[in-house]
T-cell receptor, first 109, second 110 residues
């Protein structure tokens, strides 16, 4: 099945810093989503981005489907950005999201 | 608030108990999913339902029994669970490819 690899596994930054999270995947995808999991376990949708670039406030994402990777950018980080960020993909012909191991982001004041 | 609700939010049960998890979506979606998130493993799919029909069972043990009476409701019936089944159980729904998740039920099996 399709493999998803996220890097880095952990990232610690000061408030105000910028960060880039990476997601590599092993095959063509129909769907790619970025989520933020809050401390209570809720998965919050950030982007649905199987290809192209999207921006939402301080967050933006780019997926280069031909090279099988996606990047999530967080600018001017705030302490509320802390948590685990997951990339999940759905391979062609498969109706299920396969999740990466996540990147744990800690923003210190 | 994603439009997907789950109850209960927390559940503690013994290995001989029978309990059920409930998921409801208010988004008009036609597909619903159960995922499991264990402490040491990535989120993994358990079941998929499309228009109330089960279309995927990801080799889940029979002590987990899903039920989908209509496109808005999804249950996970639990019986004779093991301590290693303790995890966060997440429900999701979709109408296209993008999936939306509920807040999860944190299950502890004693």
């Amino acid at each position: 099945g399709i493999q998803v690899e996220q890097s880095p596994p952990d990232l610690i930054l000061q408030e105000g810093a910028n960060s880039t999270l990476r997601c590599n995947f092993s095959d063509s995808v129909n769907n790619l989503q970025w989520f933020h999991q809050n401390p209570w376990g809720q998965l919050i949708n950030l982007f649905y981005i199987p290809s192209g670039t999207k921006q939402n406030g301080r967050l933006s994402a780019t997926t280069v489907a031909t090279e099988r990777y996606s990047l999530l950018y967080i600018s001017s980080s705030q302490t509320t950005d802390s948590g685990v960020y997951f990339c999940a993909v759905e391979g062609q012909g498969a109706q299920k999201l396969v999740f990466g191991q996540g990147t744990r982001l800690t923003i210190n004041p | 608030e994603t439009g997907v609700t789950q109850t209960p939010r927390h559940l503690v049960m013994g290995m001989t108990n029978k309990k059920s998890l409930k998921c409801e979506q208010h988004l008009g979606h036609n597909a619903m999913y159960w995922y499991k998130q264990s402490a040491k493993k990535p989120l993994e799919l358990m079941f998929v339902y499309n228009f109330k029909e089960q279309t995927e069972n990801n080799s889940v043990p029979s002590r987990f029994s899903p039920e989908c009476p209509n496109s808005s409701h999804l249950f996970l019936h639990l019986h004779t669970l093991q301590p290693e089944d303790s995890a966060l159980y997440l429900c999701a729904s979709s109408i296209g490819l993008e999936q939306f998740f509920g807040p999860g039920t944190r299950l502890t099996v004693l």
